[in-house]
């Protein structure tokens, strides 16, 4: 086994303590563990044999705990978590990984090999489909019936004034192939609806992301998932509180109608459906770029640990995930798995 300094190496000393990492991965030593520690950082600038680094070690009194410290932090990483500098991408995106203590690799392979269907290209749709773009997935496939309006420009930051008019697919897709020309993309000029996906080719190895706003959009995009056994997840917003999930996983996890725990199904009084739909029908959503960029952001780390395999650090798992946008708070509302879900259940 090979072990190298991590490019996420950096400390800093102040009143006889030094402070190693970042993030949640910082930690503190006294004056003679930092020097320690320094010593054993720049010793493995160059890649070592672990034998090497052990004999090195040894000879200079350090401890095999620090060096722990130094593995769990990031500082150090052992040979299947070594990354080479390139100009593409996979760089940043393979640093962030590791500062997350995700495999680089790993979440890298799992997004390139993987078909990404974005339903519902506004604001969320942008920046999902530029973050997700960088990881240069098989497929990218874009679903949205509507066209660009100037109300639009306040968030959905890759549109511009001249594009007003033109369908929403049409110009992110143009947009992600100027700043990604490996990307192979599919965009499609409907709204979203189980009639919609009939399109797509064929693919077993999809991942769906919905930031549709209407219930339709939730029950076809719910139907196709369940009949197709593909992954999807909920990502949208309550306001002035960015929400995600639930992350519907096939036979794993729940479902937006699992126990009806959302209210989406449309039962109950007539007189008040009517009511509420009038009422529905004229609200008007406060998109803007805070509440659109952030929700997008929490889904991106909910998707990183779903393509690490790591389901039980993903927030949206059964559950609806939100962050208020003014004080930071968090709010969770559980979806438990039902077994008698007329969608998850019912409808395979």
Known sequence: MKVKKS??????????????????????????EFIQALNLIDF???????????????????????????????????QNKLIDKTEDMDFKNKLYSQAISLDPNEITKTLHDKTIIIAGCGGIGNFLGYALSTYTPKNIILIDGDKIEESNLNRQFLFKYSDIGKYKVDVLKQELLLRNPKLKIKSIPKYVSEESFVELNEDSNCLVILSGDSISAVKGTTKYCVKNKIPFLNVGYLNDISVIGPFYIPTKSSCP????????????????????????????????????????????????????????????????????????????????????????????
């Not at 680094?53 to 040894?58: D, F, G, P, S």
């Not at 109608?257 to 449309?266: D, H, K, P, R, V």
């Not at 029908?281 to 509440?291: I, K, V, W």
């Not at 609806?320 to 003014?326: A, S």
């Open 44 to 78: 493995l600038s160059q890649e070592k044999e672990y034998t090497v680094l052990i004999n090195y070690m040894k000879k200079n009194g350090i401890s095999e705990n620090l060096l722990k410290k130094l593995i769990d932090s990031n500082i150090v990483v052992t």
């Open 257 to 348: 109608f699992c126990n009806n725990t959302l209210s989406l199904e449309e039962h109950g009084d007539n007189k008040i459906l009517n009511i509420l739909e009038k009422i529905n029908n004229e609200y008007e959503a406060p998109s803007t770029f805070t509440n659109n960029s952030l929700a997008a952001s929490m889904a991106m780390s909910d998707i990183l640990q779903f393509a690490s395999g790591n389901l039980t650090n993903i927030k949206s798992i059964n559950s609806r995930f939100g962050v208020d946008n003014v004080t930071f708070k968090t709010y969770t509302i559980e979806v438990p798995k039902d077994n008698n879900c007329d969608f998850c259940e019912g409808i395979r």
């Open 7 to 32: 490019f996420l190496a950096t400390g800093g000393f102040s009143n006889n303590l030094g402070i190693l990492g970042l993030g949640t991965k910082q930690f503190k030593l006294n004056k003679e």
